[in-house]
C-alpha cells in the first residue's frame, strides 16, 4: 500500500464525527457456594491468596455454632475451618457476626470475632461479645482455640439490631465495633441519644491497651483522643452515636468509613465519616430516620445537631433492608476505583456510591441489572480481599466477586483495543492487515480481493460509531 492511501484513509477517518464508547459493563463470578448463612468476607493483612468467610450460625448436636471458613482465592477451596463459635440462637439477627485481623497480623497473628452468645448456660438473654484469637502455629488456616482472650462484652435487652461489625481504622489502628439500639421498635428506651449508653453507638478501642488490668472480661483501652473522653456520665468508648442498627460498616483504605443503617419503616440510609474526623457525631436515630423527623418531640429534634445519611432510599414492601458494603480498589477496572457498593437484602438490588472528601455524591448508579442473579439473590453482607476487590455473600450460600466484563467489538471496523469505541488505532490496525491482504479487512464484495470496497466499508462502519 502506499503512502499517499493510508494518508488517504487516516484524513478520512479523522474527520468523521459521533464517535462514541460503551461504558464499563460489571458482572459476577462465583468464588464459592454450600456456606450457611455466610454475612461477611474479611481478609488477613498481607494475604493475596484467602479471604475468609463468616457462617452467621449452623445447626449441630450442641444447636448453634457459627464458623469461620478459610478460602483459596485461586480454586475456591475450602481450606479450612478458621473457628467454630457457639452463638446464641433466638433470632436470624444472632450469631457469629464480625472478624476483624489485627494491623500486625503478619508479626503476631491475632484477629478479633463479634458473637452474640448466651449470658449463662441456658438462660434466655444475650450479650454482644468480641474476644481475641491467636492463629495456630501447626496450621495457619485455623486459630489455637487455647489462645481465647475476652475484649469486650455488652448484654442486649433484646434479640434484634445486635448489629456486629468489627473493622480496623487503616489509619489510626485502633478497633472500630458496630451496635444497634438494643431492639424493639423505635428505640423504646431512647438508647441511641443516651451517651450513658454504647448501644445505638460505633465504639473505638484499643485491643493492644487495657484500661481495666482488675477484670479479665475487659481487655482493651480507650483511646484518649476519642470524642466522650472526659465527658461527665457518658461512655468514653463512643466514637459515634445515633444509629439504630448499623448493618453494616467498611473502611476504605484510606480510612474513610461508610455505614448502612437499616431504618425502622420509613428509610434505609448510607452514612459516611471522613478520614481523619474526630468522630463524636449524632446521625439522628431516633429522632430521625434518615432525614425525616419520627421521634416524638419533632420541636426538640429539629434543633439537634444531626449529621444526615449520603444517601436514602423509601423502605417499602420490596426494599426493606439496606446491607452496607465496601469501597472497591481492585484495579482490574479502573473506572469503578472508589466506587463503595452496597445492596439491599430484600430486593436484591445494588447501588455503587463515589463521594468527595466532603461527602457529598460524585456519582449514584444503580447497578442491579449487572450484578443481580441467582448466586447473588438476597445480599446479606459484602468484603474484601487484600487486593480490594469486593465480595457479595448471599443469604442462599454463594460467595461472589465482583468483575469487569471486557468490552466486545462492536462492528467490522472495531478491531482494536479498546474495543466498545472507534479511534485511530482502529485505523491503523485496518490499514496494516488490509496491506498484508488479511481476511479480518476483506469486508466487501467481491470477497477475496482487496479493494477500495473494502475501504469504503471500512470507512462506512467506522463512522458509524458504537453504541451507546
Known sequence: ???????????????????????????????????????????APGDTERIFVIEQIGVNDTCCT?????????????????????????????????????????????LYINYTGLTMPGGSRSA???DEFCISDEDPNTVDPMSRRPIFSIEQPRNNHNSGWLGFGPNDGYLYITLGDG????????????????????????????????DPAQNYAVPPSNPFVGVSGAAPEIWVYGVRNPYRGGFDTNGDMFFGDVGQNRLEEVNFIPAGSGGGMNFGWDC??????????????????????????????????VIGGNVYRGGEIPGLDGTYFFGDFCSSQFWGLRVAPDGSIISNIEYTSDLAGPETSTPVGFGNDAMGNVYICS???????????????????????????????????????????DPASDLAAPMGEFDIADVVTFLQLFGEGCPK
Open 288 to 321: 430521625y430516620e434518615g432525614t425525616r423527623v419520627v421521634g416524638a418531640e419533632p420541636n426538640t429534634c429539629e434543633k439537634m445537631d444531626v449529621t444526615f445519611p449520603i444517601f436514602e432510599y423509601d423502605s417499602t414492601m420490596v426494599a426493606c433492608s
Open 183 to 214: 431492639g424493639g421498635a423505635n428505640d423504646p428506651e431512647d438508647r441511641a441519644q443516651n451517651l450513658a449508653d454504647p448501644l445505638g453507638s460505633i465504639l473505638r478501642i484499643d485491643v493492644d491497651g487495657d484500661d481495666f488490668p482488675a
Open 1 to 43: 500500500m502506499s503512502m499517499s492511501r493510508f494518508a488517504s484513509v487516516a484524513a478520512l477517518a479523522a474527520g468523521m464525527t459521533g464517535l462514541s464508547a460503551s461504558g464499563q459493563t460489571l458482572t459476577t463470578e462465583l468464588v464459592a457456594g454450600g456456606f450457611i448463612r455466610p454475612i461477611f468476607v474479611a481478609h
Open 128 to 130: 454482644t461479645y468480641v
Open 395 to 437: 443469604f442462599s450460600g454463594n460467595v461472589s466477586r465482583i468483575v469487569g466484563v471486557a468490552p466486545t467489538s462492536c462492528n467490522a471496523a472495531d478491531i482494536a483495543e479498546p474495543f466498545g469505541t472507534h479511534d485511530i488505532a482502529d485505523v491503523v490496525a485496518f490499514l496494516q492487515l488490509f496491506g498484508a491482504m
Open 66 to 110: 457459627g464458623a469461620i471458613k478459610t478460602v483459596d482465592l485461586e480454586t475456591g477451596a475450602i481450606l479450612g475451618t478458621l473457628l467454630e463459635q457457639t452463638v446464641s440462637p433466638f433470632n436470624i439477627e444472632q450469631g457469629l457476626l464480625g472478624l476483624a485481623f489485627h494491623p500486625n497480623f503478619q508479626e503476631n497473628g491475632l
